[in-house]
């Protein structure tokens, strides 16, 4: 079992820029790829960004280039610092590990609004 707890949501003001943080607990030598979800108001949860123990990175074209997804092996934890945000990036985000044999965890998300 992993548990995976999220920090940093929070309200901000469209261009200004928030850090969301996950902790990884539980079995964690077996974590293969992390990353982040979210989902808005009436919509299916989305890919933001994902992060592969050796750094590989994958991200959402919506946020290409305004958020970075980083990854602290030693502290079991992953980071999204996402900059630039707008309206449109308002939604609950989660915290996602997957591990080595295909399970798959989720965090209890936190929540991200950006006023216009």
């Known amino acids: 079992q992993v548990q995976l707890v999220e920090s940093g949501g929070g309200l901000v003001q469209a261009g200004g820029s928030l850090r969301l943080s996950c902790a990884a607990a539980?079995?964690?030598?077996?974590?293969?790829?992390m990353g982040w979800y979210r989902q808005a108001p009436g919509k299916q949860r989305e890919l933001v960004a994902t992060?592969?123990?050796?750094?590989?990175?994958n991200y959402a074209d919506s946020v290409k280039g305004r958020f970075t997804v980083s990854r602290d092996n030693a502290k079991n934890m992953v980071h999204l610092q996402m900059n630039t945000l707008k309206p449109e990036d308002t939604a609950v985000y989660y915290c996602?590990?997957?591990?080595?044999?295909?399970?798959?965890?989720w965090g209890q998300g936190t929540q991200v609004t950006v006023s216009s």
């Open positions: 539980g079995i964690i030598f077996n974590i293969n790829t």
């Open positions: 992060i592969t123990p050796g750094g590989r990175t």
């Open positions: 996602y590990a997957a591990t080595f044999r295909g399970a798959g965890y």
